[in-house]
């Protein structure tokens, strides 16, 4: 039995811009569903994404199986298929430069290492009701920031 973390970030109005992520986590129960969200501050889309990935799964127990579900190829290309290479380059991309959002790439490993984490990509936008709620709750992230400072 394994965990399911859907994560979506987000930044508004503009990118880069006010940033926050969203995450609704699944228990292996299938049944108990928790829903954690958080402002980031100033930050780009990709620093949005990688941070839900993170805090989805850091509410996920050490040592669990557990489905990444998110729909950033950015975010799920980086853990499963770019991270080797990054690794083998001394963290420089295909083109010789150093890997953007270093330092939360190597959390996000970091948390997913102490994991055993397989990944799902899911069409945004596209009726997946957790992938949606994930959204919802970057976006409530968003909108109580927004609110507290006016």
């Known amino acids: 039995m394994k965990w399911t973390a859907y994560t979506d970030g987000a930044c508004a109005p503009s990118n880069p811009g006010p940033a926050g992520w969203g995450a609704v986590v699944i228990a292996p129960d299938g049944r108990t569903e928790t829903d954690h969200y958080g402002f980031i501050g100033h930050g780009t889309n990709q620093i949005a ?28 290309k980086g853990l499963m298929e770019w991270r080797s290479g990054w690794e083998r380059k001394g963290f420089r991309n295909s083109k010789g430069e150093a890997v953007a959002n270093l330092a939360l790439w190597k959390t996000l490993f970091a948390v997913a290492d102490a994991r055993r984490v397989s990944t799902r990509w899911v069409r945004g936008h596209n009726g997946d009701p957790h992938n949606e709620r994930a ?15 006016a």
């Open 49 to 76: 994404e990688l941070t839900a990935a993170v805090e989805g799964l850091s509410r996920v127990p050490a040592g669990a199986e557990v489905e990444l579900v998110s729909d950033s190829q950015y975010v799920l």
């Open 135 to 149: 959204d919802a709750l970057a976006n409530k992230a968003l909108a109580l920031k927004a609110s507290s400072a």
